[in-house]
Nanobody
Framework: QVQLVESGGGLVQAGGSLRVSCSYA??????????MGWFRQAPGKEREFVAA?????YYADSVKDRFTISRDNAKNTVYLQMNSLKAEDTAVYYC??????????????????WGQGTQVTVSS
C-alpha cells in the first residue's frame, strides 16, 4: 500500500512556470523502486497522461519540450517542472505509482496507486 501526496499547485500566468511535487511512502517501507506518473484532468474532460519516469522520462506530445519529470529517491519525491504554461494546461494534476516497470506508461490502468491531486490554473 502506497500513499501519494501532491503539492505545489497554484495560479500562474500563461508563459510562466510551476513545479508540482509528489511525495510517496509505502506502508510496508520503501523497499521497491516505483514507476511514477503524472496525469491531469480538466473540467468536463477525461483524465489524460502527462509524463512518467522509471529509468528515463516519457511525455505526452502536448507537453513535450515544455515539461520535465524528475525524481529524488533520497526524498521519496517525484517532480514535474512545467515551463511555458498555456491556458490549456489548467487541470488537476494527479500523481500515480506502480511497483516495477510498465510497457505502456500512458495507460491509466497500469498504475496501482493515486494521489488526491493538486490544482494548477493558468490564466491568459
Amino acid at each position: 500500500q502506497v500513499q501519494l501526496v501532491e503539492s505545489g499547485g497554484g495560479l500562474v500566468q500563461a508563459g510562466g512556470s510551476l513545479r508540482v511535487s509528489c511525495s510517496y511512502a509505502d506502508s510496508g517501507g520503501t523497499f521497491f523502486r516505483y514507476t511514477m506518473g503524472w496525469f491531469r484532468q480538466a473540467p468536463g474532460k477525461e483524465r489524460e497522461f502527462v509524463a512518467a519516469i522509471s529509468w528515463s522520462g516519457y511525455y505526452a506530445d502536448s507537453v513535450k519540450d515544455r515539461f520535465t519529470i524528475s525524481r529524488d529517491n533520497a526524498k521519496n519525491t517525484v517532480y514535474l517542472q512545467m515551463n511555458s504554461l498555456k491556458a490549456e494546461d489548467t487541470a488537476v494534476y494527479y500523481c500515480a505509482a506502480v511497483r516495477g516497470s510498465l510497457t505502456d506508461h500512458a495507460r491509466e490502468s497500469g498504475y496501482d496507486y493515486w494521489g488526491q491531486g493538486t490544482q494548477v490554473t493558468v490564466s491568459s
